[in-house]
């Protein structure tokens, strides 16, 4: 049996410890998260300050392979309710809040950011200092969809404080993009790169999926190939989660035999991952590259990524609040996630309360358990030297890390574990080692897509 098979399961990919299937529900209250932001709040210092994260839900079309919270319209008059209804929400938090907020990080993300008019967007932007301070070393970025970023997008963006952008490649291929609805020409990506780079964003970023519906080789070459003639700062190089059992998510515009499997998919990944190498870019935690000259290299190589909902940071704050309809907040003691669609979203905030339907507290263990993840997704390494690292079931982590280490993915030491290159094709497998959740409460059907 080939590694491939062996470890191709399903797994989390870990934007949060425990995963949000594992929460504790139960015990989670919209007061108790208050009183963990109060107290996360307290104990950063100044100089960290807060992260925002801002969903922006709605797109034109359904792109197919999206598992995302988005709502498909072309009115653009749900623009300014909505932007309306963020800010509302956001004046909520400040109220709990016990001072004004520093906010060191934003993130617009979607849905398609770039639905919203640039002058909406400012408007949402301006809102939110309103009640909050700009960090003077702030890092603010957006996701931007090729198709219909406008060069005033950028400019306004950039006038407003962000200096980085994401969009969304996924593939160049004709009969990919077919498949995926998400037809965008290379020449769409390239005229926005372009522009970006002009208006002076210092990283760039481009998003690229392998394991699409009809996707061969050659396709993710050519991809990687047109890609590089751009010259973006960072890539995303992600593992397309067929997950249709997921409502709404579109998943159902191909058959499964359209989607490339184990020993094929992980070939598209690995010869990727070569060819990324070739044109300069660095492995950077799970599923990103960067250039040396990009800030996301330089915080892995400084011990300084950081991982959440947002993806990978360059920097942590404790303290994250996620704005808009399903967005997830952080307070490092509690996640809390708001509900899912926007009719609920707008009437939970017509009635001045917070739009929060679950959450989990997170315990002791949770704590350490997430640590040790993070430093696996961030740094390749977790060691339990350090007060406060061990935990009473580490024995049994290790017993189940010991076949991983046979199979060479993982080197164990007395106090510590590094991933080998070999092994980091198969993070999400080591990480699930420590999922002390889900190794006592194994799912009964299919929570996640595979790891592979």
């Not at 709404?248 to 070569?274: A, I």
């Not at 290159?421 to 299919?446: H, S, V």
Request: aromatic share 12%; net charge negative; glycine share 6%.
């Amino acid at each position: 049996m080939s590694l491939i098979q062996k470890y191709n399961v399903p797994g989390p990919r870990y934007t949060s410890y425990p995963t949000v299937p594992y929460w504790d529900e139960n015990s989670f209250s919209v007061l108790k998260w208050k009183e963990t932001l109060q107290r996360s709040f307290h104990e950063s210092n100044t100089s960290e300050g807060i992260s925002l994260y801002i969903h922006l839900p709605f797109c034109e079309s359904l792109c197919t392979f999206c598992g995302c919270n988005k709502r498909i319209t072309k009115r653009h008059d749900v623009e300014d309710p909505y932007i309306t209804a963020v800010l509302k929400e956001w004046d909520l938090y400040c109220e709990i809040l016990p001072k004004k907020p520093i906010i060191k990080e934003i993130h617009l993300g979607g849905g398609t950011p770039t639905f919203f008019t640039p002058e909406n967007l400012e408007r949402l932007i301006n809102g939110l200092f309103v009640n909050a301070n700009k960090h003077e070393e702030h890092e603010f970025s957006f996701e931007g969809h090729p198709n219909n970023t406008t060069r005033l997008h950028l400019e306004k963006l950039y006038e407003l404080g962000f200096r980085r952008v994401s969009f969304g490649v996924q593939d160049y291929s004709d009969t990919v993009q077919k498949a995926i609805h998400r037809i965008q020409p290379f020449h769409n990506v390239a005229k926005v790169t372009f522009w970006a780079k002009e208006i002076g964003y210092t990283s760039i970023g481009h998003d690229l999926i392998f394991g699409l519906p009809f996707q061969k080789v050659e396709d993710v070459l050519d991809t990687i190939d047109k890609t590089n003639s751009l010259h973006p700062d960072r890539l995303a190089f992600y593992s397309y989660a067929h997950v249709p059992w997921i409502k709404g998510n579109g998943q159902r515009g191909f058959k499964d035999e359209d989607v490339p499997k184990d020993e094929e998919k992980r070939m598209l990944y690995e010869l990727g991952k070569k060819h990324l190498a070739k044109k300069g870019y660095h492995e950077i935690g799970m599923d990103h590259f960067a250039l040396a000259t990009d800030s996301m290299y330089h915080s892995f190589k400084e011990g300084r990524l950081h991982r959440n909902f947002m993806g990978y940071t360059s920097s942590k704050t404790k303290v994250m609040i996620g704005l808009g309809v399903s967005s997830i907040s952080d307070s490092w003691y509690s996640f809390a996630q708001n509900v899912k669609t926007i009719e609920e979203y707008y009437a939970c905030l017509e009635k001045n309360e917070l739009p929060v339907f679950k959450g989990h507290l997170l315990t002791e263990e949770d704590l350490i358990i997430r640590k040790h993840i993070l430093n696996i997704m961030c740094q390749f390494h977790t060691s339990w030297s350090d007060y406060g690292t061990y935990f009473s079931e580490l024995p049994e982590v290790i017993t189940r890390l010991h076949e991983m280490e046979v199979d060479g993915l993982v080197n164990i030491n007395e106090k510590s574990i590094t991933v080998t290159e070999k092994g980091k094709t198969f993070i999400r497998n080591i990480c699930m080692a420590f999922d002390l959740r889900m190794t006592r409460n194994a799912p009964d059907t299919q929570l996640f897509s595979m790891t592979i």
